[in-house]
């Protein structure tokens, strides 16, 4: 198994950043591959990007592409989320979630979760 732990949410303004980081321990953190979601109040947890467990370029959402990177450091069993451009409409509830399935934009493959860490951004 392996356990996750969020960092870096808060408040910010709009076109503001933040850098979330995701923390892993437990097991070898390079064979899962890496997903971040977002849930806000009343809304269902959506996809927002992710990275192959041996890294390579990173997927997004349409709705934060070209505003959120994704990197991964296997060494540091790290997986952050640099989110720039930052909109009222990206406050949420950020998880980082790993999987051992094929890399996928399904919250239900991912098997492993951390607590999530929330993002609030004002107008």
């Known amino acids: 198994q392996v356990q996750l732990v969020e960092s870096g949410g808060g408040l910010v303004q709009a076109g503001g950043s933040l850098r979330l980081s995701c923390a892993a321990s437990g097991r070898t953190f390079s064979i899962y591959n890496m997903g971040w979601f977002r849930q806000a109040p009343g809304k269902e947890r959506e996809f927002v990007g992710g990275?192959?467990?041996?890294?390579?370029?990173?997927y997004y959402a349409d709705s934060v592409k070209g505003r959120f990177s994704i990197a991964r450091d296997n060494a540091k069993n790290t997986v952050n989320l640099q989110m720039n451009s930052l909109k009222p409409e990206d406050t949420a509830v950020y998880y980082c979630?790993?999987?051992?399935?094929?890399?996928?934009?399904?919250?239900?493959?991912?098997?492993?979760w951390g607590q999530g860490t929330q993002v609030t951004v004002s107008s």
């Open positions: 979630a790993a999987t051992n399935l094929p890399f996928g934009n399904r919250a239900r493959d991912y098997g492993y």
């Open positions: 990275i192959a467990r041996s890294g390579g370029s990173p």
